[in-house]
């Protein structure tokens, strides 16, 4: 247990569906992070949120919609996906200070699009 | 922008084989330097970290030295395990962390055989 918790483990959607990745942390922590995960690929910041508020999306597709409601909770809403965004998408948190003590990160969510 | 640069692997080593992982960085100023670990299955962990020049960080027998002159945050471990088994990852982050969040390396798989 690394104290971000990411559900579900593991996701099969269809084109067409509509699904939500959720992120939960209880660190204290005020700065939370989606990333992409892909193979052969280096991680990719698809999203920031600080004190609840998004800081980045780092031109990420319209079809990934985060959302932030408070600080210890984090959702990604997929809808519309392509095969291509089938990979790890992992959730990640930090202190204000997250250059120093660095991030914590979720198990992931493996998702797969068919 | 930020780059991370490490060698991909798979990288496979006899166990109590020593071990180095190269990581060399391009980015302004003097950003904090890391290296997480990914276990099969799992998320990122922290493994160890280095926030300003000739630092040197340490954890599990892992440690890395922060070389400003050579931009490098090369990983090493005196006598590697079969649970050392995994993919680790170098990163940076600029000082205020902020948007541009982690900037990590692809990854390096090592895989040791007993």
């Known amino acids: 247990e690394t104290g971000v918790t990411q559900t579900p483990r593991h996701l099969v959607m269809g084109m067409t569906n509509k699904k939500s990745l959720k992120c939960e942390q209880h660190l204290g922590h005020n700065a939370m992070y989606w990333y992409k995960q892909s193979a052969k690929k280096p991680l990719e910041l698809m999203f920031v949120?600080?004190?609840?508020?998004?800081?980045e999306n780092n031109s990420v597709p319209s079809r990934f919609s985060p959302e932030c409601p408070n600080s210890s909770h984090l959702f990604l809403h997929l809808h519309t996906l392509q095969p291509e965004d089938s990979a790890l998408y992992l959730c990640?948190?930090?202190?204000?200070?997250?250059?120093?003590?660095?991030?914590?990160f979720g198990s992931g969510t493996r998702l797969t699009v068919v | 922008g930020d780059s991370v640069t490490q060698m991909e692997g798979p990288v496979t080593l006899s166990e109590e084989a020593f071990l180095t992982i190269n990581c060399t960085y391009t980015?302004?100023?003097?950003?904090?330097l890391f290296w997480y670990v990914q276990y099969p299955g799992e998320g990122l962990q922290l493994l160890l970290k280095?926030?300003?020049?000739?630092d040197k960080g340490s954890n599990k027998g892992f440690e890395a030295t922060y070389r400003k002159e050579t931009t490098s945050f090369h990983l090493e471990k005196g006598s590697v395990q079969v649970s050392d088994s995994a993919v680790y990852f170098c990163a940076l982050i600029h000082s205020g962390g902020g948007a541009d969040g982690l900037t990590f390396g692809k990854g390096t798989h090592l895989i040791i055989q007993p």
């Open positions: 280095a926030t300003k020049a000739d």
């Open positions: 949120y600080s004190l609840e508020e998004r800081v």
């Open positions: 990640a948190s930090s202190p204000g200070d997250g250059d120093y003590y660095g991030y914590t």
């Open positions: 980015a302004t100023g003097y950003p904090s």
